[in-house]
């Protein structure tokens, strides 16, 4: 069974660069058909895409997000990465890191991780 | 960027009832529309892709139509675990992918 599970620092102070690592069990990050990304929840409210990225190294983002964000992937680690610089408290909320599957044109997002909490604060 | 609206917001009722859950875009998106259950302090969970294809595992209740820009998902008798938030979701090709604002099944 396919797990993600994030580490990484659950406080950062505005300004500062907010770095998350998803780790991949159970199913190789290097699969043609899937896209490894990010999806975030604030506090009491909806879910906003934050952009995901294929094993070759192709990448999309949020236009939103797109000036401070970095999508990577380590295939040697079964390992996908995210970083968001220059943080507010508006970007305080539930990170998930998720799996999209593919298949003829059309996308879903079919694994998540269980969630992790970062706080922008001083 | 696309915006999908859920209708409503917020619905109250009872074990054994079927429910429907709308939800609109803002655009043509075909039959790019997907739902997902959240359960409060839980991950959402995909039930349904492709407007109306039945994720693995999803109990036969569950069930998605529509295409274009209305779309439908409905629960033909409600369990007691169904009660959680839905959220619909387009993956047309215009990024970003959106999601709905969330229905939250409350129990009557």
């Known amino acids: 069974q396919l797990q993600l599970q994030e580490s990484g620092p659950r406080l950062v102070k505005p300004s500062e660069t907010l770095s998350l690592t998803c780790t991949v069990s159970g199913g190789s990050i290097s699969s043609s058909s899937h896209y490894w990304g990010w999806i975030r929840q604030p506090p009491g409210k909806g879910l906003e895409w934050i952009g995901y990225i294929h094993y070759r190294g192709s990448t999309y983002y949020n236009p939103s997000l797109k000036s401070r964000v970095t999508i990577s992937v380590d295939t040697s680690k079964n390992q996908v990465s995210l970083k968001l610089s220059s943080v507010t408290a508006a970007d305080t909320a539930v990170y998930y890191c998720v799996r999209h599957a593919f298949s003829n044109g059309y996308e879903w997002v079919d694994y998540w991780s269980q969630g992790t909490l970062v706080t922008v604060s001083s | 960027d696309i915006q999908m609206t859920q209708s409503p917001s917020s619905l109250s009722a009872s074990v054994g009832d079927r429910v429907t859950i709308i939800c609109r875009a803002s655009?043509?998106?075909?039959?790019?529309l997907n739902w997902y259950q959240q359960k409060p302090g839980k991950a959402p969970k995909l039930l349904i892709y492709v407007a109306s294809s039945l994720q693995s595992g999803v109990p036969s209740r569950f069930s998605g139509s529509g295409s274009g820009t209305d779309f439908t998902l409905t629960i033909s008798s409600l369990q007691p675990e169904d009660f959680a938030t839905y959220y619909c979701?387009?993956?047309?090709?215009?990024?970003?992918?959106?999601f709905g604002q969330g229905t939250k099944l409350e129990i009557q």
């Open positions: 979701q387009q993956s047309y090709s215009t990024l970003p992918y959106t």
């Open positions: 655009q043509n998106i075909g039959s790019y």
